[in-house]
């Protein structure tokens, strides 16, 4: 059932459609997956844990009807992501979105960062989006309607303590986003990323935020709570629809106006 940011869109809006969804398996992407689902789309989606994956998928395939194709791979792997693309591609005869959502972070103080860590998350985070846009591209140009979100975030909008390596990995996948949309605007794919602010029930906040932190960060917001998944949804089936038809290049920020907000003598 269709309720809150979700219920203002049409039944059908993404029938006949086919989506990759990497990170799909858990929070803000499962979460994407679900939604492009419940509007009529099948979804192939992708991560390491194929138990979590299996889970995920037969949720939402008994909530909305829709075939839901779960197929683990590491994006670090150019070769797995690419087998990911052509099962999706053989099970739905095609791929028209792209959903780069897989992420890994932590908080460390990068002075105490180790050259691997920093690493880890770039590869995943920047590398890994780069290897799935790279393996959906033929599939998506042959869509005539491609296409291609980044899962980015705002940290790298100004300097956020103990968040280097998630910065500079999120930075490098919005420019990513500005080259494939004036590189592959010929072909018929939009690329525009969302930037999520603090969502609800995620990992991300789990790791990010917790225990009280949670409540301080709040105060930070302008509208004075964390995002939902759903809202996040809502922002990648608004850039799938056509009304966003004309949309590419571009950062499309869902964060409660927290990246606009200068905290003034603490207040
Ligand atoms: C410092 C750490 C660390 C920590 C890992 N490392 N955790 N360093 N503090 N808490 C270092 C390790 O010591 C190691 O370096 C290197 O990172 C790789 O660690 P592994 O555990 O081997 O990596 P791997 O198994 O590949 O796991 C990747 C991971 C992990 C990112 C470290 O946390 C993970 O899989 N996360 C996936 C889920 C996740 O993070 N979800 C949240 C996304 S939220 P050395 O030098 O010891 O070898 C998000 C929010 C963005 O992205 C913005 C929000 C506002
Ligand atoms: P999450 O549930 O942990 O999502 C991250 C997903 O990436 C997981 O499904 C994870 O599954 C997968 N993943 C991690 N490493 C991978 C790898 N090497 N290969 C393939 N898949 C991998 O966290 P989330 O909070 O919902 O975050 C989702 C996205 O939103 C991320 O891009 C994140 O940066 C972004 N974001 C989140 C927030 C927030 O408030 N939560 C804010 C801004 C941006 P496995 O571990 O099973 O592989």
Same mark, same amino acid.
């Given at each position: 059932m269709r309720t809150g940011p979700l219920a203002i869109f049409k /039944? /059908? &809006?993404l029938k006949g459609h086919t989506a990759v969804v990497t990170g799909g398996g858990s929070g803000i992407c499962r979460g994407i997956a679900r939604a492009f689902a419940l509007l009529g789309a099948d979804v192939c989606i992708t991560s390491r844990k194929q138990a979590v994956l299996d889970e995920a998928a037969a949720a939402i395939s008994a909530e909305t009807g829709?075939? =839901? *194709?779960?197929? #683990?791979a590491d994006v670090r792997d150019p070769d797995a992501v690419i087998k990911v693309v052509t099962a !999706?591609? +053989?099970r739905f005869g095609a791929v028209d979105t *792209?959903?780069?959502g897989a992420a890994g972070n932590f908080l460390a103080p990068a002075a105490a960062l180790s050259p691997n860590g920093f690493k880890t998350v770039v590869d995943i985070d920047l590398v890994g989006s780069f290897h799935a846009a790279k393996a959906a591209f033929e599939p998506l140009r042959l869509s005539g309607n491609? *296409? &291609?979100i980044n899962v980015t975030a705002t940290l790298h909008y100004h300097g956020t303590p103990l968040q280097l390596h998630a910065s500079a990995a999120k930075a490098g996948v919005d420019a990513m986003t500005r080259n494939l949309a004036v590189e592959w605007?010929?072909?018929?794919?939009?690329v525009n990323s969302i930037a999520p602010g603090p969502i609800g029930d995620t990992e991300g906040m789990r790791r990010l935020a917790p225990g009280n932190a949670a409540e301080l960060a709040k105060k930070g917001i302008p509208l004075g709570r964390f995002g939902t998944i /759903? +809202? =996040? !949804?809502?922002?990648?089936?608004? &850039?799938?629809?056509? #009304?966003a038809a004309y949309i590419t290049g571009t950062v499309l920020v869902v964060d409660g106006g927290q990246c606009v907000s200068l905290p003034m003598f603490g207040v």
């Open positions: /039944d /059908d &809006l829709r075939a =839901i *194709l779960a197929v #683990a !999706a591609r +053989e *792209l959903v780069n491609g *296409l &291609l605007g010929q072909f018929g794919i939009r /759903d +809202e =996040i !949804a809502a922002a990648a089936v608004y &850039l799938r629809s056509p #009304a």
